[in-house]
């Protein structure tokens, strides 16, 4: 079954104003990733946050981890148009600390920001 | 780090045959991930390739079908054999250059249209 659930499945914003989309899973973690993805092309790792963090930026990112409710949040804050693009998070939940790369999916968030 | 090359970046096949994608990466890595993304959805892990032995799939995947050679630690092939319409998806080749808990980087993906 997917492991990861996003929501909203689109969004749509004007440039200046912050994104947040949301992913849920639903087994244990070692840890959760967010990666951007630009019209169809190769994926483009944006933070890792392990299953003992909190909270963690990156730049204008802001990720959350709840592992209580199994859900994690993606803010980018002062969005640009070229922020447009679809985003996914991906959970490691392999035995032993670590899938080794075998990551699990959402089914990813469509942001589109208007100049 | 990792720069990975795909090869086709598209094409459009026709029922019945076969399409080789290729993978070169810029570093040597002990595993490469060969995902599919079917249009609109999200990212599917194919297989595991390693060096020296025969690759890992994942449920719902199989040899015959999707073939991959991997013959040292910069480069492996995914064949997708015997096309139908419902193998039109993005194929993607991933490394987690690390080793352990991290990031992956991918390649542009490789677009197949079949017909």
């Known amino acids: 079954s997917q492991q990861g659930e996003e929501d909203p499945q689109a969004l749509s914003i004007q440039e200046g104003e912050n994104a947040t989309m949301n992913c849920s899973y639903k087994?244990?973690?070692?840890?959760l990733q967010w990666y951007r993805q630009n019209s169809g092309r190769g994926l483009v790792h944006l933070i890792l946050i392990r299953s003992n963090e909190r909270e963690k930026h990156s730049g204008r990112l802001r990720v959350t981890l709840d592992t209580s409710k199994k859900s994690s949040s993606l803010l980018i804050t002062a969005s640009r148009a070229a922020d447009t693009a679809s985003y996914f998070c991906?959970?490691?939940?392999?035995?032993?600390?670590?899938?080794?790369?075998?990551?699990?999916f959402g089914q990813g968030t469509i942001l589109t920001v208007h100049p | 780090s990792a720069v990975i090359s795909q090869k086709p970046s598209r094409d459009i096949c026709q029922r019945g045959t076969s399409l080789t994608i290729q993978c070169q990466v810029d570093?040597?890595?002990?595993?490469m991930f060969w995902y599919r993304q079917q249009p609109g959805q999200s990212l599917t892990l194919i297989a595991t390739a390693n060096q020296g032995s025969e690759a890992t799939y994942e449920s719902g995947f199989v040899i015959d079908k999707f073939p991959i050679s991997r013959p040292n630690l910069t480069f492996s092939t995914l064949t997708v054999s015997n096309m139908s319409p419902e193998d039109s998806s993005i194929y993607l080749c991933?490394?987690?250059?690390?080793?352990?808990?991290?990031?992956?980087?991918f390649g542009e993906g490789s677009r197949l249209t079949v017909l």
């Open positions: 991933s490394v987690e250059p690390s080793g352990g808990p991290g990031e992956l980087f």
């Open positions: 087994t244990s973690i070692n840890n």
């Open positions: 991906a959970t490691d939940s392999g035995a032993g600390g670590t899938s080794y790369g075998k990551l699990t």
């Open positions: 570093s040597q890595v002990t595993m």
